[in-house]
């Protein structure tokens, strides 16, 4: 690969692995401890992952118990918990704290669908950007070493990544989809 065309690579291939981390915190009537990933805990004064301070499992299909290694840090996990997103009560029994997932309903299904479906088409635009970008660069090259049939082949090539790109964008919005659609 051409060094040139080897940058927006690189850029192309954060945007999708950024959207397998945002898909990744979507959840879909599992349990899966990624949706505990952008919630920090107040660990000493410091905002602290709370995979960092506790032991997280998923001991049956729509449960996840979360097990600090400090005991004083469980109100602080469980206000954490509230204060996110993430919509679910924490059920503190003192030792240890569990997030029971509900099963969705319908509606909420297709809405999570929907964001799914949102988030795909917004690093599409993210991937069209950056071969826009490259495409600008490349005209840039005219009238220097670089020959108008060189700059046609590294557009060329540029739109091949693109497509590849966009291609799995497809598959992973698709598999979550149906992730999320399935009861």
Request: proline share 4%; glycine share 4%; hydrophobic share 35%.
């Amino acid at each position: 690969m051409n060094e040139k065309i080897a940058a927006y690579d690189v850029k192309m291939t954060k945007t999708i692995n950024n959207l397998d981390g945002e898909l990744a915190t979507i959840r879909a009537g599992r349990a899966n401890p990624h949706v505990l990933d952008k919630i920090a805990v107040d660990y000493y004064g410091s905002p602290t992952p709370i995979q960092q301070v506790a032991n997280v499992s998923v001991p049956e299909a729509r449960m996840i118990q979360i097990q600090p290694w400090e005991k004083s840090m469980l109100k602080a996990i469980e206000k954490a918990i509230l204060t996110s997103d993430i919509g679910i009560n924490p059920t503190n029994d003192g030792t240890s704290i569990r997030l029971v997932f509900p099963e969705l309903t319908e509606d909420r299904r297709k809405e999570l669908a929907k964001d799914v479906k949102k988030k795909g088409e917004e690093a599409k635009v993210a991937v069209r950007n950056i071969r826009r970008d490259g495409n600008v660069a490349f005209k840039k090259l005219k009238g220097t070493e670089i020959s108008e049939d060189e700059i046609k082949d590294l557009e060329d090539e540029l739109q091949k990544i693109t497509d590849k790109y966009i291609a799995q964008v497809d598959k992973m919005v698709e598999a979550k989809s149906k992730e999320i659609m399935t009861v």
